[in-house]
């Protein structure tokens, strides 16, 4: 029903900054709750952020917090991922994923049925 295509990814020294862009296409983007997880290699897919169909509910995880932002632009059928004070933690794969309904176990990537294919971020000296 929604296509979705992860942007922005790269390398970026400790400190740095980098914003990744999810863009939809097919639906409306402001009938989609949005999530983002990260994968780092050896690990499993970990939830990062969360923002509501209307953009003002958001939630993140602890490590993340103060850090970045999620954010959407329903206008232009993408939402951001605004990463600030990169670490090398934060090293991992980046996906978005959306899912029609809004739903309690929001970290957890069962609850989305729309996933994009994925951009790397690396966080090096």
């Known amino acids: 029903q929604v296509q979705l295509v992860e942007t922005g990814g790269g390398l970026v020294q400790p400190g740095g900054s980098l914003r990744l862009s999810c863009a939809a296409s097919?639906?409306?983007?402001?009938?989609?709750?949005v999530a983002w997880f990260r994968q780092a290699a050896g690990k499993e897919r970990e939830f990062v952020a969360l923002?509501?169909?209307?953009?003002?509910?958001?939630d993140y995880i602890d490590s993340v917090k103060g850090r970045f932002t999620i954010s959407r632009d329903n206008a232009k059928n993408t939402v951001y991922l605004q990463m600030n004070s990169l670490k090398p933690d934060d090293t991992a794969v980046y996906f978005c994923?959306?899912?029609?309904?809004?739903?309690?176990?929001?970290?957890?990537?069962?609850?989305?049925?729309?996933w994009g294919q994925g951009t790397q971020v690396t966080v090096s000296s």
């Open positions: 097919g639906r409306p983007f402001s009938d989609y709750v």
């Open positions: 923002i509501n169909k209307s953009g003002r509910t958001v």
């Open positions: 994923a959306a899912d029609s309904v809004m739903n309690s176990d929001y970290r957890r990537t069962l609850s989305y049925d729309y």
